[in-house]
């Protein structure tokens, strides 16, 4: 998945409106924030394999620090303190803690059975819905149009950066999505590269949310 975690942390708002947006981009994207540094790291590694799905061309051979489920329940349990701590926000650590979780639990659909239950586990889950790119194309920009919209009726803009802050960041996020399908990237190592692109989305979220105002609760 893709766009669908950003549309889940857009809905986010409407659970709890005093986390910001970069909060909730951050916890629900943390896997895919942290697997190209653990990738050009050796820590996990990949293999691009031309034609393996329709959607990806991805194998996923080694990543149990980032997707494995039980390494992802501690990343969630630790992020959620860490957030806990620092806003004294037990609403707040629940969401993000739980946007860590959802993470993989969306990829659990789209993956083939290539999710490890822990860290050198042999049983390996997923449903595989990456095999169809009709398929992927409703699950990402459905879950992504209803993010946006839950988004854009608890907030509202105080500028023209509230405004167009988050248009643009939504094309730009979809002009990423569609290029996947151009082809497969050259090489693991741009893969990783490529990947640490995804960090420029946190600080973007934040700059939006700043510039827009949360509707009270009922409204």
Do not use: N
């Not at 959802?102 to 659909?109: G, K, N, P, R, Y």
Request: hydrophobic share 55%; glycine share 10%; charged share 15%.
């Amino acid at each position: 998945m893709f766009l669908a975690h950003y549309g889940v942390a857009m809905a986010a708002k409407g659970v709890s409106r005093k986390e910001s947006l970069g909060s909730t981009v951050m916890a629900a994207q943390w896997l895919d924030l942290l697997w190209p540094v653990l990738l050009l790291l050796g820590l996990e590694s990949v293999r691009i394999v031309p034609g393996l799905m329709q959607a990806s061309a991805l194998d996923f051979v080694h990543y149990p620090f980032s997707h494995s489920l039980l390494a992802v329940a501690g990343w969630a349990v630790a992020i959620g303190g860490i957030y806990f701590v620092a806003t004294r926000r037990l609403r707040g650590a629940a969401v993000v803690g739980g946007l860590v979780l959802s993470h993989w639990v969306l990829d659990l659909l789209v993956h083939r059975p290539d999710l490890p239950l822990w860290p050198g586990s042999g049983l390996r889950v997923g449903l595989g819905l990456w095999h169809s790119a009709a398929v992927t194309l409703v699950l990402e920009l459905g879950f992504l149009a209803l993010g946006l919209a839950v988004y854009a009726r608890v907030t509202r803009p105080r500028d023209r950066i509230g405004r167009w802050g988050l248009w643009t960041m939504i094309l730009v996020l979809v002009a990423f999505f569609v290029s996947s399908f151009a082809g497969p990237p050259p090489s693991e190592s741009a893969l990783g590269v490529g990947g640490l692109v995804l960090w420029i989305f946190v600080p973007w979220a934040f700059w939006i949310d700043r510039h827009r105002t949360a509707e009270p609760v009922g409204e």
